[in-house]
């Protein structure tokens, strides 16, 4: 459900105003307020706190097949936003039992390329409380995104995306875990055309198992190295993300990945 009270302000000087702002969403509860400007830069101010939701059905028992995955009872995170409409400056937190994530981004709402900027910093993130179908993880590293070519304050450079992640709990994908260990991403675009540029390194090293201390393993089921080029193409609802990609497969066990393999 979603409730709230709009206020619309009179004359150019008002303020439109939110309150009392709440939403479930899947797993996720959302309560905030925000403050519009009337007129031109349209100035936004906004805040967003988010929390576990309540299961809505008796829940099954512990470790069955249908037993849902809910956040920890100390999850919390927080959404602010401010800045003119067109060129939005977004901060997150999140923090639950040890794990973290902090975000910092540049939004473009009116733009082809909405993202203009993102860095991410996350230390032991598991994604599957916080949205029902993804895997359990234990993400540590860091994406550092830059997709605008004109961001203010900063010479014209070679658009970029690099991530560097490492999941200390990989399991198999029928277990609802990531088979992934480590992921290494670099990627480039071209000043001239943003919709096109190179995937220069892409490496994912996969295992189905944390290391092992005491033989001193890591347990790995296989790597794939991928370079290639990436274009969006189309537009509006009907753009889309193609990738022409090299791989090289090496010591691949798919049985180890999932039992249907």
Known sequence: GLAGRLQLGAGPAALHRLEG???RWDRVLAEGEATLGAAAPLALDAALRLRPAPPVSPPAPEGSASAPTQ?????????TGHGPLAR???HAELAARGQSLQADA???????????H?????????????????????LTGQIDARLSADSPGRAASPLGLQVALDNQRPGRLDAGALPLRRIELEARGQLSSIDQGRIE??????????????????????QIDAEGHWALVGSGAARRLDLGLTARLTALQPAQLHQAA
């Open 71 to 79: 956040a920890p009872a100390d999850w919390s995170a927080q959404l």
């Open 21 to 23: 702002l709440q939403a």
């Open 201 to 222: 390194r892409l490496r994912l090293q996969l295992a189905t198992a944390p290391p092992d201390a005491r033989q001193a393993a890591r347990r790995d089921t296989g």
């Open 118 to 138: 993102l860095q991410a910093r996350l230390a032991g993130l598991d994604l599957a409380p916080l949205a029902t179908g993804l895997p359990h993880t234990a």
């Open 88 to 90: 939005l400056q977004i």
């Open 106 to 116: 540049e939004v473009e709402p009116v733009a082809r390329q909405p993202l203009a």
